[in-house]
């Protein structure tokens, strides 16, 4: 298993920006590609981004394309997630994740991931 940890959330208005974190301890992070996904008030957990190993491919879903960039530093054990332009629908609870094997990508759906931070708050007021 890896621990992750999240921070960066905030309230902001609509057109700001904001950057997440996730650090990864506990097995050998740079082997893995990673995700970020989100959940809204009784909304069901929805992918969001994810990058590879080598950081070297990413995925976006639609609504965050153009807004969002997903980055990662290996050196630092950590993953990014630059959100610019957010609007209200934005906000979420945002959670990193690691998959189950190190050979997933381009994978999306929650259930493939095994690891989860505990999630970090975003507010994007109007």
């Known amino acids: 298993q890896v621990q992750l940890v999240e921070s960066g959330g905030g309230l902001v208005q609509a057109g700001g920006s904001l950057r997440l974190s996730c650090v990864a301890s506990g097995r050998t992070f740079s082997s893995y590609s990673m995700g970020w996904f989100r959940q809204a008030p009784g909304q069901e957990r929805e992918f969001v981004a994810s990058i590879s190993w080598r950081g070297t491919r990413t995925l976006y879903t639609e609504s965050v394309k153009g807004r969002f960039t997903i980055s990662r530093d290996n050196n630092k054990n950590t993953v990014y997630l630059q959100m610019n332009s957010l609007k209200p629908e934005d906000t979420a609870v945002y959670y990193c994740?690691?998959?189950?094997?190190?050979?997933?990508?381009?994978?999306?759906?929650?259930?493939?991931?095994?690891?989860w931070g505990q999630g970090t708050h975003v507010t994007v007021s109007s």
């Open positions: 994740a690691a998959p189950r094997k190190t050979s997933d990508w381009g994978i999306q759906d929650p259930s493939d991931f095994g690891s």
